[in-house]
Each structure stands twice: as structure tokens, then as C-alpha cells.
């Protein structure tokens, strides 16, 4: 069994080249928000927002902006917003994971501790917010404050369930729901939403993005126990070291030996991180990650009948193509497995 994949999480050429010269102005105008602080804090903000992120939330609101009518300044501020969001669950991320890189560069916490990188994922949740109270629809205000209070309450979920063998597959999955893919429903929806869309076509662009983040999700826990650290970029093999139990390890444990359990539960209750070794010596192990694929994969075909509702168009074709991108790294978790 190959334990590693050198699966490269960039994303597609293709649909990102589509708003190359959008995504620039998003990337200046998120270096940007760093000058809005305090002169000692403007470092810290700058940091973390080069160090941070691949953009995706940004580019999705951009390419469903240009699929359902076309990309405004308003389009553009909801890309900053989101990103300014992500950031800052990224930095809170770190310190709970205790991981030391992110975009092979140490993270905030790693590099600064965690007491001031709890501070500094607080005030960029507070500044993203502050630049949504702009809008002059106080519906998009609402809804990424929504948004953003489902990724904090998805990593209290999921901080709670922590070592609990007893999680389910649905209360997995609605942690991951909140946690990752409402900011990028939050991306497609609310694109939709400011060129004013019908409400078909808002819920069909909010389902794909939920559909589309989940199985993004899913995919980085597959890559997290079967990547290569070297080229993911960031700290792996933390997930079950730190307890959480994540679709493929779920589905392990779904065949694990009485023994084999009896020897985990054993370690929760002496508070021992999770020995993966116990779990790599299941006998399905490869299938447990094939199944976490293969639903992954279903959620993307159901994410590209969203799209049905749109016109043709290069963006449209664009958001296809990213499904078609996650399709591929799947495969390479699968084939590792």
C-alpha cells in the first residue's frame, strides 16, 4: 500500500485564468485591508493573508458573478469579504491542530504563538464583517455573517466530537456543511443574489457551492491521510492525532474488530492521541477511502446538474471544469489508498 500522494491542491488553470485580471484586484485589495489596521498589527494581517489561501472562495464568486449576468465592484468586495473569512478560520484552524506549516510557511501560530494568533483570527472575523455592513442590501450583510457563524459553530461541532467514535456519518457531514462549504455557498449564492437572479437560479447556485464545498472537504481528509506532506503544502496526519473523525475514518471504523475498537475507546478514555497505526491495520482500509471518494465524486455530478440552471458560457463552463479538477484529485487519493 502507497501511503502518500503527491497530488498538487492548485487550483485549475483553466477557470482561475477565466478572472485572472479580477482575482489580481481581489489579491491587491485583500493585501490592502492590512493598511486599514493598527500600524503594529498591519505585519501580522499581511502575513497570514499572503500565507493563507488559494483564492477559491474569491474565484467562485467571481465566475458565478460572470455566469449569471456580470462581475460588478460589489461581486469583487464579496470576494474580499469571504477571503478576509476564510483567513481568519485558517489562523483558528492552526492553533487547534497544533500545525507548524500552511503554503509550505510556518503558520501565525507557529510562528508567534497562540495567544496572539487567537487575537489576530478574531480581528480579521471582526474587519470582514465590518466591510459587510457596507452593502445596501442588508440581506447579503446577514447572510455572510451567517456564513461565518457557521464555520466558527462547525469548528465547535467538530472540537466537541473530538475522539467520539460514536459520531455518525450525517452529523459528520453537517459539520463539514458549516465548517467549509458555507462560505463557499455563501461565494456562488450571494453572487447570484447581486445580479439579481431569480430565486431558481439562487438556490440551485447555492446548492452547487454547498455540494462543491463539501466535497472539497472531503477530499482534504482523504489527502490528510494519505498525502505527502511535502507537496500539500501544509501539516498532514493531524486529523486523527488530534481526534477528529473524518468521512474515511468513519467508514474504517464502521469495519474494525470488536478488539480494535475496544483498543481506541480504550485510549479515549486515557486521553491518548488516536494511534493511527491501529487504524492503518484495519482490513479495509483502502476501501474506506474509496467509499469516501466515491461519495465525494457523487456530490460532484449532483453540483454540475446544479449548474443546468445557467446559461452557456465560458463561466459556466468554468464552474464545470472545477468539479471536473476535484474529480481528478480524488482519483489520485483513491489510487494511493
Request: hydrophobic residues 45%; contains cysteine.
Amino acid at each position: 500500500m502507497n501511503p502518500t500522494i503527491t497530488a498538487d491542491a492548485s487550483p485549475p488553470v483553466f477557470p482561475f485564468e477565466l478572472v485572472r485580471n479580477e482575482l489580481e484586484m481581489i489579491e491587491t485589495a485583500i493585501q490592502a485591508q492590512a493598511r486599514s489596521f493598527e500600524p503594529g498589527i498591519e505585519a501580522y494581517v499581511s502575513y497570514v493573508c499572503k500565507s493563507s489561501g488559494k483564492r477559491i472562495r474569491p474565484a467562485l464568486a467571481l465566475l458565478t458573478g460572470g455566469a449569471t449576468g456580470a462581475v460588478t465592484d460589489e461581486h469583487r468586495k464579496l470576494g474580499v469579504i469571504l477571503e478576509l473569512v476564510h483567513i481568519a478560520s485558517l489562523v483558528h484552524d492552526d492553533i487547534m491542530d497544533g500545525a507548524e506549516l500552511r503554503r509550505n510557511l510556518p503558520t501565525a501560530a507557529a510562528k508567534w504563538g497562540a495567544s496572539l494568533s487567537v487575537l489576530l483570527g478574531d480581528v480579521l472575523f471582526a474587519h470582514a464583517l465590518e466591510l459587510a455592513s457596507e452593502y445596501n442590501d442588508s440581506a447579503i450583510s446577514r447572510a455572510i455573517a451567517r456564513a461565518s457563524r457557521d464555520v466558527c459553530a462547525g469548528e465547535i461541532l467538530q472540537t466537541q466530537r473530538r475522539y467520539d467514535l460514536n459520531l455518525s456519518v450525517p452529523e459528520y457531514l453537517k459539520i463539514i456543511e458549516m465548517k467549509t462549504a458555507a462560505l463557499f455557498a455563501a461565494a456562488t449564492h450571494l453572487a447570484a443574489v447581486l445580479n439579481d437572479c431569480t430565486p431558481a437560479v439562487q438556490e440551485a447556485m447555492k446548492n452547487y457551492g454547498l455540494r462543491l464545498g463539501t466535497a472539497y472537504q472531503i477530499y482534504d481528509d482523504c489527502l490528510d491521510l494519505v498525502g505527502d506532506e511535502s507537496t500539500a503544502g501544509k501539516t498532514l496526519r493531524t486529523d486523527l492525532l488530534k481526534g477528529k473523525l473524518t468521512l474515511p475514518v468513519l467508514y474504517l471504523l464502521e469495519k474494525a474488530t470488536n478488539h480494535q475498537k475496544t483498543k481506541l475507546n480504550r485510549m479515549l478514555l486515557n486521553g491518548e492521541p488516536m494511534d493511527t497505526t491501529i487504524l492503518a491495520g484495519i482490513a479495509d482500509y483502502e476501501g474506506a477511502v474509496e467509499r469516501a471518494v466515491t461519495f465525494a465524486k457523487d456530490m460532484l455530478k449532483d453540483a454540475r446538474k446544479d449548474l443546468m440552471v445557467l446559461g452557456d458560457s465560458p463561466q459556466h463552463h468554468a464552474l464545470i471544469e472545477i468539479t471536473a479538477y476535484l474529480d481528478k484529485l480524488l482519483d489520485k487519493c483513491r489510487a494511493a489508498a
